[in-house]
Nanobody, 117 residues
Framework: QVHLVESGGGLVQAGGSLRLSCAAS????????MGWYRQYPGKQRELVAA???????NYADSVKGRFTISRDNAKTTVYLQMNSLKPEDTAVYYC???????????WGKGTLVTVSS
């Protein structure tokens, strides 16, 4: 089991910045990927950014050059630095981690990011 606690959402004006954090606890030795998804009302969750155990990162095209995913040295906390925010970035952001070798996925409860125009 992995337990995730997210923080850092809120209201920001367009062009502003926010940093999301997600702290993992429990069976953290099994974590092989950490990432952030977002969900718009009535839509499925979509990948925003992910970071693999070896440090390889992946970003949605819509956030490339504006968002940066990183993690701490202990690989128990993942961050999403969001710059140049746009109103279309308004969504609920979810932290997700994947574990191996049991191929489990764990989700945080989500944090709301609202970008005003």
């Amino acid at each position: 089991q992995v337990h995730l606690v997210e923080s850092g959402g809120g209201l920001v004006q367009a062009g502003g910045s926010l940093r999301l954090s997600c702290a993992a606890s429990g069976s953290i030795f099994r974590i092989n990927v950490m990432g952030w998804y977002r969900q718009y009302p009535g839509k499925q969750r979509e990948l925003v950014a992910a970071i693999l155990t070896g440090g390889l990162t992946n970003y949605a095209d819509s956030v490339k050059g504006r968002f940066t995913i990183s993690r701490d040295n202990a690989k128990t906390t993942v961050y999403l630095q969001m710059n140049s925010l746009k109103p279309e970035d308004t969504a609920v952001y979810y932290c997700q981690v994947g574990t191996a070798p049991n191929d489990m996925a764990y989700w945080g409860k989500g944090t709301l990011v609202t970008v005003s125009s």
